[in-house]
């Protein structure tokens, strides 16, 4: 089965020149091993053909449930697990290609911030040292020079310079958050992938790392693609938005065009989804049926059908014909054949430029 | 209306290496019949040991129940001996917890551990109480749940587990409900979906619910009453119309303001500075007072802790710088008439407007 090539026209206020970032198809597959003699019975695919940009100083918003891959996708084109297919340019640089050694100082410009702030600080090690070791490591300052820029570092993520000698277990959780973020800054970054960088703190210490990570963007030009599942921390952050469910992007389009006028059931009921901090709420809301299927066995068609209130409204309007009874969270469904049996392709949809979503129904 | 638990300036506290911390200090709430009560507040905050000391589920030692009351319709849990206790944990008063796949026992089918529960506290036959089992899954929406019975927690996902976990809890009709962040594994859909069965079962068996969470927007959607903690106090507690509109204590207020909200755009998000103090050291007078930029440099908040006050008719706070009545009747609070249960939208809203025109007619 084709698949149309996705349009990726970037949204309108998120264009300029070229992208920092540009991922084409990517696909990570997980084999599932069985028996003896770890015979390949199939595979997980975690991340099935994933296309965006990310342009100098922006944010891409990647959002979804969990098992939709989204992590998958961070990890991916850092090259931090490998990849099955499709390509990712760095500057124009196809990182899939590049020679350890030069993949090596690429990386010094692409960093990373985790969700757990605990487990990725390594316990045995000071602040100074987990902050100080990626300097030394790729020889950009020594001994005295590189205290300082430690110092300079931890200034500015709002931590006293004096916690350098003090271990991680010392800190509180959005503590250490900034510790991770000052590691991230340590050699200069122009991209950084943010992956749930604040889902593990309280909200009152979530709102102030989101404010250091947009204050040290607009200072340093840096660009993230900004890995979550809250759907309003995404919103507050990113300049361009993508959803993803089972391994694909199902919708992507600047931020505002996204939450005001979303175009994949999906996205729809993913919003609607988000309980409102309003005693008194105006949203109407849609409680999808079942579970999010397992990737390993991905259902036919729009991997989205068996759950997809819009199939199931167009397929009453519909000829028999053109309908299918399915069975979906122990309930016999009837949604619209095409759904069921062909993948929608990735199309630009009646909004703005560059908002694309893949659904049959939806215009 | 009397309220069905009543808890009257409990105060628990820990002895921990760095000395004793008081968790939980001279907390009052009262839940009525079919009522729903939210704790929110922060990681740390005493919400969680609030919820264990009801049902007396604190480890003792190093946990040790200082003083106060938690009536049970008049019965005192505390007093009460073990064996006793036993008869109310599941019977009168269920807990859930957040994370399903923990509660659960993993070498136990679900059956087991659903009549488990029920042969203790009903002393029904086991054929009986598989009967009893079967239907408390198919309450909660699971399909098909004969076969499920005899299945394993692993076999399960996130959200199976936490309806398992709500079936079980329901299965021998508690009068009260104790819901520790029972969403907060969850993701948003699934959450929906949890929530609304919770509401439904509610509804259905005159239910109360006391909920705790630090999710300001299940809390507006769920819950009668609130209240809020911050270093184991209760600081505000209030209708929850009253509380959202009108936040009377600074901190409230701050976490109000630093949620970020679907379609709020501004640039930069409101923040409460500093970080919540150590239970060791609590900065003294009004723990909230080093974070506060109500009152900087005010001598009352840095030496003299507040109490709770009363506001207006059905809202409450502790802090010495909101406008109150004079002397106020504070413990314990009366919001028995505080029953309403917000229309939260149930029947799926129409979608064909999104669609291509082919699909509309």
């Known amino acids: 089965m084709s698949v149309a090539a996705p349009s990726l026209q970037a949204a309108p206020g998120v264009r300029d020149s070229a992208p920092l970032v540009r991922v084409r198809d990517l696909k990570t597959h997980f084999p599932i091993r069985r028996g003896v003699f770890s015979r390949i019975a199939g595979y997980v695919k975690a991340v099935d053909g994933v296309s965006f940009d990310v342009h100098a100083g922006k944010t891409l918003g990647l959002v979804g449930e969990s ?64 902050i100080g070791e990626p300097i030394q490591v790729h020889q950009i300052a ?39 973020i000052a590691r991230a ?99 109407q809301r849609i409680v999808l049926g079942g579970e999010v299927p397992s990737p390993s066995h991905p259902p036919s068609g729009c991997p989205f059908h068996p759950r997809c209130p819009l199939s199931l409204q167009a397929a009453k309007n519909a000829n028999a014909k053109d309908t299918v009874e399915i069975e979906s969270a122990g309930a016999r469904l009837r949604v619209l054949r095409i759904c069921q049996q062909q993948m929608p392709p990735l199309e630009q949809k009646k909004a703005q430029v560059g908002h694309v979503a893949a659904c049959w129904v939806s215009q | 209306m009397s309220p069905l638990l009543e808890i009257d300036k409990l105060s628990v506290a820990f002895d921990t290496e760095q000395g004793r911390i008081v968790p939980v200090n001279e907390v009052s709430l009262n839940i ?38 938690v009536l049970l319709d008049g019965r005192d849990l ?11 944990r599941g019977k009168d008063i269920a807990m859930i917890f957040q994370e399903p796949m923990t509660s659960l026992n993993p070498v136990f089918s679900i059956g087991d551990q659903i009549t488990e529960a029920v042969m203790l ?5 086991r054929g009986q109480a598989w009967r009893i089992a079967e239907q ?20 399960m996902s996130g959200g199976m587990r936490q309806r398992v976990m709500i079936a079980m809890a329901l299965s021998c009709q508690p009068r009260l409900l104790i819901a520790d962040e029972p969403t907060t594994a969850l993701d948003v859909t699934i959450q929906a979906q949890i929530l609304e069965l919770l509401r439904d079962l509610q509804r259905q068996r005159n239910m109360a619910i006391l909920l705790i969470t630090h999710d300001l927007g299940v809390v507006a959607e769920n819950a009668e009453v609130v209240g809020v903690m911050y270093a184991s106090r209760i600081v505000e507690l209030a209708g929850v119309e009253d509380l959202f509109d009108h936040p009377r204590h600074p901190y409230t207020e701050g976490l109000f303001r630093s949620v970020p909200k679907l379609g709020n755009l501004s ?22 007072h080093p974070r506060c930029d109500r009152m900087q440099g005010d001598a009352t908040c840095r030496d003299v802790e507040p109490t709770l006050r009363q506001v207006c008719p059905c809202h409450w706070a502790a802090c010495h710088h909101v406008q109150g009545y004079a002397q106020a009747p504070v413990t314990p609070v009366d919001l028995s008439h505080r029953r309403v249960t917000q229309a939260v939208a149930t029947e799926q809203p129409d979608l064909l407007p999104l669609a291509k025109q082919e699909y509309r007619s």
């Not at chain 2, 998000?269 to 909230?288: D, E």
């Open chain 1, 67 to 130: 098992g939709c891959g989204k992590t998958t996708v961070g990890r991916t084109l850092l090259r931090l697990i490998p990849a099955s297919g499709g390509s990712v340019e760095y500057r124009g640089q196809d990182l899939f290609a590049v020679p350890r050694p030069q993949l090596r100082r690429m990386r010094r410009s692409m960093q990373v911030i985790f969700q757990d702030p605990v487990s990725s600080l390594n316990p045995r090690m000071t602040i100074g040292n987990i």
């Open chain 1, 142 to 180: 020594r001994g005295k020079d590189r205290d300082e820029l430690v110092a300079s570092l931890l200034r500015r993520v709002g931590l006293d310079p004096a916690y350098a000698s003090r271990y991680p277990h010392e800190f509180s959780g959005g503590q250490r958050q900034r510790i991770g």
């Open chain 1, 185 to 283: 800054l340590a050699l200069s970054p122009e991209f950084i992938v943010c992956d749930e960088p604040v889902s593990a703190l309280d909200v009152s210490i979530q709102s102030q790392i989101l404010n250091l990570l947009n204050d040290l963007q607009r200072e340093r030009n840096i660009a993230y693609l900004f890995i979550a599942h809250n759907l309003a921390v995404v919103e507050h952050f990113s300049d361009e938005v993508a959803v993803m469910y089972l391994g694909r992007i199902v919708e992507r389009a600047s931020a505002t065009d996204l939450y005001a006028s979303p175009k994949h059931p999906y996205t729809i009921s993913l919003l609607s989804a988000v309980p409102e901090p309003d005693p008194r709420p105006q949203r």
């Open chain 2, 32 to 69: 009525y019949p079919g009522q729903t009560v939210a704790l929110v507040g922060e990681s740390g905050c005493g919400k969680s040991v609030t919820a264990l000391s009801i049902l007396r589920l604190i480890p003792q030692p190093p946990g040790r129940i200082l003083g106060g009351r």
């Open chain 2, 78 to 88: 505390l007093s009460l001996s073990e064996r006793q206790m036993r008869q109310v």
């Open chain 2, 121 to 125: 506290h009903q002393g029904v036959s």
């Open chain 2, 136 to 155: 408390a899954l198919d309450d909660v929406g699971i399909a098909d749940p004969r076969r499920r019975l005899r299945e394993y927690p692993h076999q």
């Open chain 2, 267 to 288: 640039e930069r998000l409101a923040t409460i500075a500093g970080t919540v103090p150590n239970p060791v050291h609590f900065p003294s007078g009004c723990k909230f």
